[in-house]
T-cell receptor, first 113, second 115 residues
Framework: AQSVTQLGSHVSVSEGALVLLRCNYSSSVPPYLFWYVQYPNQGLQLLLKYTTGATLVKGINGFEAEFKKSETSFHLTKPSAHMSDAAEYFCAVTPGGTYKYIFGTGTRLKVLA | DTGVSQNPRHKITKRGQNVTFRCDPISEHNRLYWYRQTLGQGPEFLTYFQNEAQLEKSRLLSDRFSAERPKGSFSTLEIQRTEQGDSAMYLC?????????????FGQGTRLTVV
């Protein structure tokens, strides 16, 4: 069965510090991987996605993620946190590019001034 | 605005009442999804349409829930005889079938509170 694990339900970083949000997946077929961001009482906005090809993918707002097949990971990073990055972040997988997204439980990012 | 639109944004209802939510997808998108999100959890898949055909329903979708997508355009999600456990954010998303890995675009959700 496919699944997504996000380590750390809450992460706090200082403004300007590195952001690292962890995501590990389990999939029996080649996965397509996504990171979404959700602001309070809002829907989900796509940050970036990995389908095939280059394993380092860049997204919006300075975020990037690297697909590491050997580690079954797709961690999200940003070199320098901004106050506006405070939100909840969800990692998702669609096994083999099928339609059904499987989401992790989310990581709430807090940015400290 | 050409995004996914959901109405209403908030709904408070008494236990036992029926409620209906509407989702208007991005116009050229042929796939439409409904997800449910409870506090502290990620979205959970409920059902999926390819054009007007409902191709999969999660076991989370009890017989009190019904979804339709007439003519492959907007979709409605109805919950009959609501229960307090139905309180959640209901998210609609749409995508365009274009090989694998096509991202889904989400609406802002309908927050249901059953009192």
């Amino acid at each position: 069965a496919q699944s997504v694990t996000q380590l750390g339900s809450h992460v706090s970083v200082s403004e300007g510090a590195l952001v690292l949000l962890r995501c590990n997946y389990s999939s029996s077929v080649p996965p397509y991987l996504f990171w979404y961001v959700q602001y309070p009482n809002q829907g989900l906005q796509l940050l970036l996605k990995y389908t095939t090809g280059a394993t380092l993918v860049k997204g919006i707002n300075g975020f990037e993620a690297e697909f590491k097949k050997s580690e079954t990971s797709f961690h999200l990073t940003k070199p320098s946190a901004h106050m506006s990055d405070a939100a909840e972040y969800f990692c998702a997988v669609t096994p083999g590019g099928t339609y059904k997204y499987i989401f992790g439980t989310g990581t709430r990012l807090k940015v400290l001034a | 605005d050409t995004g996914v639109s959901q109405n209403p944004r908030h709904k408070i209802t008494k236990r036992g009442q029926n409620v209906t939510f509407r989702c208007d997808p991005i116009s050229e998108h042929n796939r439409l999804y409904w997800y449910r999100q409870t506090l502290g959890q990620g979205p959970e898949f409920l059902t999926y349409f390819q054009n007007e055909a409902q191709l999969e329903k999660s076991r989370l979708l009890s017989d009190r829930f019904s979804a339709e997508r007439p003519k492959g355009s907007f979709s409605t999600l109805e919950i009959q005889r609501t229960e307090q456990g139905d309180s959640a954010m209901y998210l609609c998303a749409s995508s365009f079938q274009r090989g694998g890995g096509t991202e889904a675009f989400f609406g802002q959700g309908t927050r249901l509170t059953v009192v």
